[in-house]
């Protein structure tokens, strides 16, 4: 596998193999183990010492299926600690395929030029001037770049809100048609992107596959049977086919933890207005399709394309967490302006679930009555305009939390809780307080085990080890390239085992699940001795006080995991 570095602030670009310790690692391993070993934790995370990392996962580009995801790493803007985001589309297949291990982007800018970085089918990489870019939004962004360096190329691209270096900015990434409406949101990696003076990664199409296999045929046959225990899953083979991640707004707001109005309530009036079947009843009739293909070698089908009442295409894929930050927690129950935020977040380079919930704390602080939509609206404009306000909006609730003066600001390390109170989950509270990348359900969400009548979600037996478990395992899957909603199937002893021996006949390993675990912990050592070498300490693994002390309608519960609970998460 090569390696491409590229020093903005020489201009240069050198391509060369991968050193030897990271020749096992991909994805999420890649970008941690490298930000550890060689950025300074104490940088300014939108400085020249931070880099910016882009790897695709250790079985993308390859024929596995669902192995399509790009993670991307540096220090994080927002939360101050080690971030990995990652994005589905096309980016991280097609970097694999090139036999392209990982892209680090160090050093920035003297000034604010802007530049794009082109990496062609041949190898050959180039820096091209792109101030005639400047504050554009990214689908006009792509759609400038494809007609100039060809419609099939994938692309990476920023917005304004990166530009601006704004902490809830992110990296879009092109879809299979070309769209930039998947996204790499998490931590402000478009802030990273922009001053690094990068405006776009642009890549092309058509070269020859550089993939290797220690043993093809053995990497055929694990593939095909991990891909029929896809089809057979319930929650891969049918839920998600059929309703998408949307499908998850009706057992959580039953679970009374969706959280709503600024988390003030567990459940939602008119959560059916928004609720997957909803969604798929309303794209059904505007003849949108409900099992879009967004990203390369995906059979589960989980995308989809939203239209408008007369039929223009508006969105694609409007997810769980999209829906719930710009619905529940603005208390907005029209689909259509639900979506047309995703659009704007998309358009403008913004971490929906971070911005929404900015929204809803202003919306909290008495900026704007819950639900009101045009507020909105215009609070995502602010952003794209780089007022004074729009900025606090755009650096996320913290920041809007400080600008009004609110108490009541979900978020751990700087980032917004996702999709299910702590509260009404308090699994997801251990998960949330003590992952390396501030609140993220995808470091190890439980909600799986609190619908399959598991764990108790309202109880604390078992919630630290679980969330422990998950932790790991969520570590396995980002390093590999799995899509976390594909990874259901390593869950039986059949997908267990043909993951395994995908991983293994690659690499030509004799890898057990113990094994691979044992990776896993050493990317969550990595990531937390960086933190704690940034300055964060076990303070920083706590929720936000309101969360131990306003009982969450209707079950009314606080979180009951203690501090001490929480330290003790990696203690064994």
């Known amino acids: ?327 529940g927690m603005t208390g907005i129950t029209d689909l259509d302006v639900i979506a047309n935020l995703d659009f704007l977040s998309d358009d403008i380079g913004l971490d929906t679930m971070n911005t929404g919930v900015a929204i809803g704390v202003a919306m909290d602080a008495g900026q704007a009555e819950f639900g009101d939509s045009q507020a909105a609206l215009e609070m995502m404009e602010e952003i794209a305009a780089g007022s004074e306000w729009g900025r606090a909006l755009g650096n996320g609730p913290d920041q809007v939390g400080k600008h009004l003066n609110h108490h009541r600001v979900p978020t751990v390390k700087g980032q917004s809780i996702a999709a299910y109170d702590p509260r009404g989950m308090q699994g997801n509270a251990v998960t949330y307080a003590t992952s390396t990348m501030g609140a993220d359900h995808t470091t190890g969400n439980l909600v799986g085990l609190y619908l399959g009548g598991v764990l108790d979600p309202l109880g604390t037996e078992g919630q630290v080890e679980a969330s422990r478990n998950a932790q790991m395992m969520m570590a396995m899957v980002d390093w590999t390239g799995l899509c976390l909603l594909a990874s259901a199937p390593v869950n039986t002893p059949d997908g267990k085992t043909a993951f395994i021996d995908a991983v293994n006949a690659k690499a030509g390993t004799k890898y057990t699940f113990e094994d691979l675990m044992a990776k896993s912990i050493q990317i969550l050592k990595a990531e937390r001795a960086f933190n704690r070498s940034a300055g964060l300490s076990k303070k920083d693994d706590r929720l936000p006080d309101f969360f131990y002390k306003e009982p969450l309608p209707p079950h009314n519960k606080v979180v009951l995991l203690s501090g001490e609970d929480m330290d003790r998460v990696f203690d064994s």
């Not at 670009?13 to 070993?37: A, V």
């Not at 910016?52 to 790009?70: E, H, M, Q």
């Not at 995308?303 to 409007?318: A, I, K």
């Open 1 to 327: 596998m090569e390696i491409i570095r590229v020093d903005m602030s020489k201009k240069e670009i050198k391509t060369g193999q991968m050193p030897p310790e990271y020749e096992e690692w991909g994805g999420r391993g890649l970008t941690s183990l490298m930000i550890h070993d060689e950025v300074n934790p104490a940088c300014d995370p939108l400085g020249p010492e931070n880099k910016l990392i882009i790897a695709p996962g250790f079985l993308s580009g390859t024929g596995f299926v669902n192995t399509s995801r790009v993670s991307i790493g540096a220090k994080s803007p927002l939360t101050g600690g080690i971030k990995e985001s990652n994005a589905g589309g096309t980016a991280g297949a097609l970097l694999g395929r090139m036999g392209i291990g990982c892209m680090v982007i160090e050093g920035s800018s003297k000034d604010d030029s802007l530049h794009l970085l082109k990496i062609s089918n041949t190898g050959g990489c180039e820096l091209i001037p792109a101030d005639e870019y400047k504050g554009m939004r990214t689908y006009r962004l792509v759609e400038s770049l494809h007609e100039t360096y060809g419609k099939k190329n994938t692309i990476l691209c920023i917005g304004p809100a990166g530009e601006f270096q704004l902490s809830s900015a992110s990296i879009q990434a092109t879809d299979m048609d070309g769209r930039p409406c998947r996204a790499a949101g998490r931590g402000g990696m478009g802030a990273v992107m922009g001053s690094k003076g990068i405006k776009a990664v642009i890549i092309e199409q058509g070269g020859k596959s550089k993939a290797e296999f220690a043993d093809p045929e053995a990497f055929k046959t694990a593939g095909k049977t991990y891909a029929n225990i896809t089809k057979e899953h319930p929650f891969t083979g049918k839920m998600l086919p059929a309703l998408g991640t949307a499908g998850l707004v009706g057992p959580v707001n039953s679970l009374g933890a969706f959280p709503t109005r600024n988390a003030t309530q567990g459940t939602m009036a008119g959560w059916e207005e928004i609720s997957g079947e909803s969604l798929a009843k309303m794209i059904s009739q505007r003849k949108g399709n409900p099992t879009h293909l967004g990203c390369s070698q995906c059979i589960v089908r989980c995308s989809n394309e939203f239209l408008d009442s007369e039929g223009q295409y508006v969105t694609s894929s409007l997810e769980y967490e999209t829906i719930w930050a710009m619905g």
